[in-house]
């Protein structure tokens, strides 16, 4: 039988390549790509536990209000991204160093 | 006993294809691929909801992930290439420290996952969930889904004002 451990293997599983992601990969739009996995892993998790107490619904509340937080991230993250290409002609996180960070 | 099999057959090849094109998104050299694999993500995970009786956010989840941020970041990447170049390759770098900071974080959780005794209130049956999800956020949850509501529109408005073009 299917139980809550198998969700939390998949939710653990996509939180680490989403980290892969954002450790590795230069481009910003990939960067993002990896947040939106680590939000999606948190999602299955806060589900899996609502499924799993009850019927209590509070967890799938929580996921609409990450999903929610997910699209305005990813609205706000492009414009920046494409603020940045404007400026610096390139989307190379290594190569945005004006700061010296 | 049948159909439980079946239901198995079906929870793995969806777990298969959501961590397989999760690893895809990661892997993959092309940008364009990576973010078609991450399709095949947003589907699998919505597909993990509608397993776990999550019918109204496995919707949510085909309606703003695949057709809202998918979307969206499809745009941002061909925004920001010039796609006469063909150019659209993502580079890596500091790959050996993040293997074994992503392998530690991975046994860490997994273990934390498999030795905590979680309290199970039992499986509830799956029944529809909108009528009741619309209840609590009209009800208990008014609050926070009224300040998300404002989150979204500064978002929406702090987002056209980064991009818009400085007027001359």
């Known amino acids: 039988m299917i139980g809550l451990s198998h969700y939390l293997v998949i939710s653990a599983a996509l939180f680490s390549l989403g980290m892969m992601g954002v450790l590795t990969r230069k481009n910003a739009v990939n960067v993002l790509m990896g947040v939106e996995l680590i939000l999606n892993s948190a999602n299955i998790n806060l589900v899996a536990f609502s499924r799993f107490s009850a019927g209590n619904l509070s967890g799938q509340i929580f996921a609409i209000f990450i999903i929610v937080v997910a699209a305005a991230e990813a609205a706000v993250g492009l414009a920046i991204v494409l603020s940045m290409y404007r400026i610096i002609k390139t989307i190379n996180l290594d190569q945005a160093d004006t700061l010296k960070g | ?168």
């Open chain 2, 1 to 168: 006993m049948d159909q439980n099999l079946l239901t198995q057959i079906v929870f793995y090849f969806f777990a298969v294809l959501t961590v397989g094109s999760a690893a895809a998104v990661v892997f993959s050299r092309s940008l364009i691929r990576s973010a078609f694999a991450l399709l095949f993500t947003f589907f699998g995970v919505a597909a993990l909801y509608a397993f776990l009786g999550a019918d109204f956010l496995a919707a949510t989840q085909m309606v703003i992930y695949v057709g809202g941020i998918l979307v969206l970041l499809l745009f941002g990447v061909m925004l920001t290439h010039k796609l006469y170049e063909l150019n659209l390759k993502s580079e890596t770098y500091q790959l050996l420290p993040a293997v074994v900071v992503v392998c530690g974080v991975f046994g860490v959780l997994v273990t934390f996952m498999m030795r905590t005794h979680w309290h199970s209130g039992g499986q509830s049956p799956a029944v529809p969930t909108t009528a009741a999800i619309g209840e609590l956020l009209m009800r208990d949850y008014v609050l926070p889904f009224e300040a998300a509501s404002i989150l979204l529109l500064i978002a929406l408005i702090g987002a056209a004002m980064i991009v818009r073009r400085k007027s001359e």
